[in-house]
């Protein structure tokens, strides 16, 4: 049968990468780990990049600016998303189109709490009789947002998580467009079409005396969201190899199996959902911060369609590979800044080449690659 | 909440919704057909149906088309911005059928893999009429200016609503007596049933499967041309709410069952012009998610279940 799919020339595109993973795997542990160091070193040392013959990298000489580290703050947050959206996608196989909705929150969560221009700080000010300048704290507003993304996540889940796969989909979409319009459409405690602006960072409200993380320098911000990336892969990684990551994985490729297993997966869907949400929360909230202003606008449903390829482009499953699209759809536009029209048109192409010559992505997780190759087997030759 | 301006109007209310709702239920007839043979959501069907509305303008504006023409020129744009929009339509479906899903069919890929190929697809579609066509909304000719017909009570039915609803309907009842009745139908039920042992009896599975968006195809051109005449305009990316809200009517009436598209698509449609009504029209959009949630938590199946073939093979 493989004799069958193998005389297409398209398909060895499929096998590409296949042998670098496992050489990579056959080093000694402490080999691995002097490389991950490494690694995680250069990608501190990312925004001061000088290396001759790396330089090109940079995409100052098209911004004609020192934006550099704002385009690698960028790939962190996405990369946040990309590996919070990898916990539903990936592991535990639901596919969610309204991811958007869970970074809208997020930032909304920071944005509502820590501004002291929002409806909602007002209106608490004036129910406790506080000072003009009172909002809460940039640090207590993280476990407020993580709160507001985890049960959005868990009260979209409630109902949907139920339905089949494709269902799902849909009213995820849904989802993440009405938080949109829901946001829009209610000035009253949400700031409405104008959006909310002087959201807190770290050292309080924007303003001139912020000497670490203000609005001009964005290295440090940089800085805090590889530290937050680095710590949450290390969490993720965690959870996959626990006996929840194996519940997701057992829930993904066979629903039933896993339920006479006992693994009962609407509670393991659910988890997935509500974690994949906190980290969406998180890196809206990070986005937000740094920001310092958001409108409705910026939340729109291409961005959902766009958190979903990364994830899959990048090889859905893995993190090395999750964050390696997400890297690529962050910076590949800014890199090419001229072509900014194309963009969606070249995501969409992406979208449909990589699914038909290469679905397992980018860098494919071994698991995942075998999965597809199974059913390719099935498949009697001639139909 | 405005209680009386609905209830005062409820009739005008309801033939509004309906002559909305009629184009959802054309759409979705594409959602659904697709998926009662191939249990796959056609994403890139809302791009279908935004190329049938292009190709209405360009049919249009090629014949010189201009506001308010006379009864015998009308009728002449009408038929040519028909025919024009279900070719355009029908092949765009079927084009999407070849490139996007055909291989992966042969590969047997796992239902993920066909939506987001589907996703893909419809990104590229819209994207390349947005930089074709520019991001703005495009006015289209005013074929067939609104007059009101006749009033029953305080309710006055326009020409345009008369002809979107019994369009729908037509076209509607053809398509049900040639999926229950003809030859090819039958050959679409058999694959919708089980695709193997319709082999064995000799359906060719491929050509059902091209048929069935093929029809799609053109019931999507046939509701571009309606939204042409009653919207008087389009944008690159028109089909992405009206394709949601069209999948949304498809899972309400029974995801793969064609009456239940067309019983879908009108309630929707009825449902919005109400909350629209009731609220602002900011909130109908909340509105149809909230109600295909609700569906889909109590009647997951919809209100007349699926079935393409399997209530009454």
């Known amino acids: 049968m493989t004799e069958v799919t193998r005389n297409n020339p398209l398909d060895r595109i499929r096998d590409l990468t296949g042998g670098v993973g496992s050489r990579f795997r056959a080093l000694p542990k402490w080999q691995r780990y002097a490389a991950f160091l490494a690694f995680v070193v250069f990608l501190y040392y990312l925004p001061l990049l000088g290396i001759p013959g790396l330089v090109w990298l940079r995409t100052d000489s098209i911004d004609g600016g020192n934006n550099w580290a704002g385009v690698l703050f960028t790939c962190a947050i996405y990369v946040l998303i990309a590996i919070g959206l990898n916990v539903v996608i990936g592991l535990a196989g639901l596919l969610d189109l309204g991811y958007v909705g869970f970074f809208a929150v997020g930032a909304y969560s920071v944005a509502l709490f820590g501004s002291r221009q929002s409806p909602v700080v007002a209106a608490l000010q004036n129910r406790f009789n506080l000072s003009e300048d009172w909002a809460v704290t940039w640090a207590v507003c993280i476990p407020i947002a993580l709160a507001i993304a985890m049960i959005s996540g868990v009260l979209l889940g409630w109902p949907t998580l139920r339905l089949r796969g494709d269902y799902l989909a849909i009213v995820t979409l849904g989802f993440g467009e009405i938080i949109r319009i829901v946001v829009r459409n209610s000035p009253s405690w949400s700031g409405g079409p104008s959006g909310v602006a002087a959201i807190p960072g770290p050292q309080g409200a924007p303003s001139p005396d912020n000497t670490v993380f203000g609005l001009i320098d964005v290295k440090p911000w940089y800085w805090l969201a590889l530290t937050v990336v680095l710590l949450v892969v290390f969490g993720v990684r965690r959870l996959e190899n626990s006996r929840v990551g194996r519940a997701w994985l057992a829930v993904r490729e066979d629903e039933d199996a896993a339920a006479v297993m006992g693994v009962y997966p609407f509670k393991f869907k659910l988890w997935a959902f509500a974690i994949g949400a906190a980290l969406g929360g998180l890196s809206g909230f990070l986005f937000a911060s740094r920001g310092g202003f958001i409108e409705p606008e910026q939340f729109n449903a291409q961005l959902s369609i766009l958190f979903v390829a990364m994830v899959v482009v990048g090889g859905s499953g893995n993190m090395a590979g999750v964050a390696l699209g997400a890297f690529l759809l962050a910076y590949l536009p800014e890199r090419f800044r001229d072509f900014n029209e194309w963009r969606f048109l070249v995501f969409g192409l992406a979208l449909v080449l990589v699914m038909l010559l290469r679905p397992q992505g980018l860098i494919p997780s071994r698991r995942r690659a075998r999965e597809l190759k199974d059913r390719q087997e099935e498949v009697a030759p001639g139909v | ?313």
């Open chain 2, 1 to 313: 909440m405005n209680f009386d301006e609905l209830f005062g109007h409820l009739g005008q209310h309801t033939v509004d919704g309906l002559a909305k709702g009629s184009i959802y239920a054309l759409v979705a007839l594409g959602y659904t057909l697709v998926y009662g043979v191939l249990k796959l959501i056609n994403f890139a069907h809302s791009e279908v149906f935004m190329v049938g509305t292009f190709a209405v303008l360009g049919t249009w504006s090629m014949l010189g088309a201009t506001d308010n023409p006379g009864f015998g020129l009308m009728l002449v744009f009408l038929v040519a911005g028909l025919v024009g929009g279900a070719l355009a339509s029908g092949a765009t479906a079927v084009a999407v059928e070849r490139i996007a899903y055909k291989r992966l069919r042969e590969m047997n890929a796992p239902p993920l893999i066909f939506l987001i190929t589907a996703i893909g697809l419809s990104l590229v579609l819209s994207e390349a009429f947005g930089l074709w066509q520019g991001r703005l909304i495009v006015g289209m000719p005013t074929i067939l200016p609104q007059e009101v017909l006749f009033t029953i009570g305080n309710t006055g039915v326009t020409n345009t609503q008369l002809l979107t609803v019994v369009a729908a309907l037509v076209m509607m009842f053809a398509l049900d007596q040639f999926i229950n009745r003809t030859r090819y139908g039958r050959g679409v039920r058999a694959v919708a049933q089980n695709p193997d042992t319709a082999a064995l009896m000799g359906v060719n599975k491929d050509r059902v499967i091209m048929l069935i968006f093929l029809l799609g195809g053109l019931l999507a051109g046939a509701a571009a041309l309606l939204y042409a005449i009653r919207y008087g305009n389009t944008r690159f990316n028109v089909g992405f709410l009206l394709g949601l809200k069209a999948f949304t009517a498809a899972v309400l009436g029974g995801i793969g069952n064609l009456r239940g598209a067309l019983l879908g698509g009108l309630l929707l449609g009825v449902v919005e012009v109400y909350a629209a009504t009731l609220t602002s029209s900011n909130w109908e959009d909340v509105a149809a998610f909230v109600v295909l949630v609700v569906v889909l938590l109590f009647r997951p199946t919809g209100l007349l279940g699926e079935s393409l073939g399997r209530a009454r093979a």
